[in-house]
């Protein structure tokens, strides 16, 4: 029986990956419900084409899977907007496919509770989670402690900027959206130049497999055929590894925990040659450091960090920012913000609300 699938952020970059594995097995998932924020013309098409229903707007997403029924809810939407959606799928019975890293930033305690309170899985959409959720089954994940868990290693490509130029200051938008090694959405691309989107994804590893920030690293590894790492008590490090293309984790999200196959290509080490790893610069990249600091604030320190970045990153797409006033201003954000204690969803958007009320003037 197929799965029955809700995906929401159908035309972006993600949505659009998540089509072509619809496509190539139609007889193990079918999608009954699309979502776009503007694309209405390419949202109505995907619709049409897979008997599905369309929704475009504002608030598509959670209409989308206020309206319907489906076995799984992929969430593939920009920044804030994918948390009222998750929750309401959560509360539906849906398992979540995650790749909206800022669901877990801004709301990882709460959503992780609620979906162990409903019985339902998150299935990591992001290459890195994807390794690692590889890496760790039946380490808790299949009910083991994750005591036997040292620590999780995350890789990074180190984005366009990770040796040069040595002033960011006059960085253009058209440069930081060149990224050397995936095609994805404006957001996420500027925010992998800066590195927070590193810095989200530790979050995002803390809430989906329970574990520390401090047993959380990041190396970066410009070749992006390791795509994470976990190291355990006894000292093994186990890796996954595979060309770079987001099929593959989107698909395993999808299937698992059954692999299917694909006609896509396969890891050649003899002609890669050599792998390599280096640490990142926490000085060139200081929105790692503010991510950590945010978590070791407590409350909703990190949707206030969340918001700040979305709000920066908008505004420096605009022209209005230049391209280091990004860390700037989460950092002068996050000192200014009062605390929000994390008591429920309310407080994570009233938290998110202060952000914007503060930086909109």
């Known amino acids: 029986m197929s799965k029955r699938l809700i995906l929401l952020?159908?035309?972006?970059?993600?949505?659009?990956?998540?089509?072509?594995?619809?496509?190539?097995?139609?007889?193990?998932?079918?999608?009954?419900?699309?979502?776009?924020?503007h694309s209405k013309e390419k949202c109505e098409a995907l619709a049409r084409e897979f008997?599905?229903?369309?929704?475009?707007g504002e608030d598509a997403a959670l209409r989308a899977v206020e309206e319907n029924d489906a076995d799984i809810c992929l969430v593939a939407t920009v920044g804030m907007s994918g948390l009222s959606p998750t929750v309401a799928a959560i509360?539906?019975?849906?398992d979540v496919a995650l790749a909206t890293k800022e669901v877990m930033v801004m709301a990882g305690e709460l959503v992780?509770?609620?979906?162990?309170?409903k019985g339902v899985k998150f299935l990591p959409v992001d290459s890195e989670h994807s390794a690692i959720f590889q890496c760790i089954q039946g380490v808790?994940?299949?009910?083991?402690?994750?005591?036997?868990?040292?620590?999780?290693?995350?890789?990074a490509s180190g984005g366009p900027f990770f040796d040069g130029p040595e002033d960011l200051s006059a960085v253009t938008v058209a440069e930081a959206l060149n990224h050397p090694r995936w095609k994805m959405g404006p957001k996420v691309t500027i925010d992998s130049s800066t590195m927070m989107n590193k810095g989200f994804e530790i979050l995002e590893a803390r809430w989906l497999f329970d574990v520390p920030v401090k047993d959380i690293e990041v190396v970066v590894h410009p070749e992006s055929v390791v795509h994470s790492l976990v190291t355990f008590v006894d000292g093994s490090t186990i890796?996954?590894?595979?060309?770079?293309?987001?099929?593959?984790?989107?698909?395993?999200?999808?299937?698992?925990?059954?692999?299917l196959p694909a006609e896509r290509a396969k890891l050649d080490l003899a002609a890669l040659a050599k792998l390599t790893f280096r640490e990142p610069d926490p000085v060139r990249f200081p929105c790692l450091r503010l991510v950590k600091e945010a978590c070791e604030a407590g409350g909703c320190a990190t949707a206030v960090?969340?918001?700040?970045?979305?709000?920066?990153?908008?505004?420096?797409i605009k022209g209005k920012i230049k391209y280091t006033d990004i860390a700037k201003t989460v950092e002068e954000t996050l000192a200014k913000a009062p605390r929000f204690?994390?008591?429920?969803?309310?407080?994570?958007?009233?938290?998110n609300e202060w952000t914007l009320r503060r930086l909109k003037g």
């Open 9 to 37: 952020g159908a035309t972006g970059s993600i949505g659009t990956s998540t089509v072509d594995v619809v496509r190539t097995h139609p007889d193990d998932f079918r999608i009954v419900a699309v979502s776009a924020l």
């Open 51 to 56: 008997g599905a229903k369309a929704y475009v």
């Open 91 to 94: 509360e539906k019975g849906m």
């Open 112 to 117: 992780t509770a609620l979906a162990k309170q």
């Open 140 to 155: 808790g994940v299949g009910g083991r402690s994750t005591k036997e868990i040292d620590k999780l290693i995350l890789t």
């Open 239 to 259: 890796a996954q590894l595979c060309p770079p293309d987001m099929r593959v984790p989107i698909q395993y999200a999808l299937s698992w925990p059954e692999r």
């Open 305 to 316: 960090l969340a918001a700040a970045d979305e709000w920066a990153v908008d505004a420096f």
């Open 341 to 351: 204690e994390m008591t429920s969803l309310d407080a994570v958007f009233e938290a």
